[in-house]
């Protein structure tokens, strides 16, 4: 099992409030027992909730269910700010980021040459 404590140092804080909800709805699930996995996986939030418990089929689709929704909703918000974002996979591990954490991301990964196009060359 892992506890939210865990999971956000992992996560960016953009995605806290999803981990908020995952865990405040556990008391409601009354046949999870918890989390057992949160991860980063192809730039969305892949929750796996623990199934030793579970005692009906339909209970297996509930938690699949949340599962799927969480993932979906991770895949439009910025993990680093919240704010609204989208995949990002031309970056060396896909994330999803919102405009200006792209440009921030990207920057760093490509940064701008010293001499740029506007300026006289320097002769030496
Ligand atoms: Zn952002």
Redesign the pocket.
């Known amino acids: 099992m892992i506890t939210k404590e865990q999971v956000i140092t992992n996560i960016g804080s ?1 995605w806290h409030s999803h981990i908020e909800t995952i865990y405040a709805m556990l008391p409601e699930l009354s046949f999870c027992s918890g989390v057992y996995l949160i991860e980063r996986k192809n730039g969305m939030l892949h929750v796996i909730f623990s199934r030793t418990d579970l005692t009906t089929p339909a209970q297996d689709f509930i938690l699949k269910s949340i599962e799927y929704k969480i993932e979906r909703l991770t895949a439009k918000v ?6 609204y ?1 989208v995949r990002r996979t031309e970056l060396s591990t896909v994330k999803t ?6 440009a921030f991301e990207y920057s760093k990964l490509n940064p701008v040459p010293s001499l740029v196009a506007n300026q006289e060359p320097h002769i030496v």
């Open positions: 953009g910025c993990e680093e700010c919240g704010q974002g980021l919102c405009t200006r954490c792209y």
